[in-house]
C-alpha cells in the first residue's frame, strides 16, 4: 500500500515537500516513482528513484524544479518542488514496482497510491 502527503494549495513560487509511505512489503525491494495528472489532461512521469536510491530520473515537467530522495528506514520516498507554478496544478500520485539494477524509471509500475492534490495559485 502506497500513501500520499504533503499535497495543498500554495502560492506560486513556493516550495512542497510531498510523501510516499508504503507499508505490506519490503520497501527497499522497490523503485517508486512519481507522476501527477492535471485535469482534461494525460498522466505524466515527473520522478523516478531507484531501490536503494543510487539511481534518479526525471520527467520533463519538473526537471531542473525537483529532488527525489527515500529513507528506506522510514518507508518513504520524498518529492520536493521549487518555484511552483500554476501549471504544476495537478493530483500527484506515487508508484511502485520490484526493480532491479538498472530498471527504468519512468515507466512499468504495478502499485499506485491514491493521490495528493497540489493546487498552485498566483
Known amino acids: 500500500q502506497l500513501v500520499e502527503s504533503g499535497g495543498g494549495s500554495v502560492q506560486v513560487g513556493d516550495s512542497l515537500r510531498l510523501s510516499c509511505e508504503g507499508s505490506?512489503?519490503?520497501?527497499?525491494?522497490?523503485?517508486v516513482g512519481w507522476f501527477r495528472q492535471a485535469p482534461g489532461k494525460e498522466r505524466e512521469f515527473v520522478a523516478g528513484i531507484s531501490r536503494a536510491g543510487t539511481k534518479r530520473d526525471f520527467g520533463v515537467p519538473l526537471k531542473g524544479r525537483s529532488t527525489i530522495s527515500r529513507d528506506n528506514s522510514k518507508n518513504t520516498v520524498y518529492l520536493e518542488i521549487k518555484w511552483l507554478k500554476p501549471e504544476d496544478t495537478a493530483v500527484y500520485y506515487c508508484a511502485a514496482k520490484v526493480t532491479v539494477t538498472g530498471a527504468v524509471l519512468s515507466s512499468g509500475y504495478d502499485a499506485w497510491g491514491q493521490g495528493t492534490q497540489v493546487t498552485v495559485s498566483s
Open positions: 505490506g512489503r519490503t520497501f527497499s525491494d522497490y523503485g
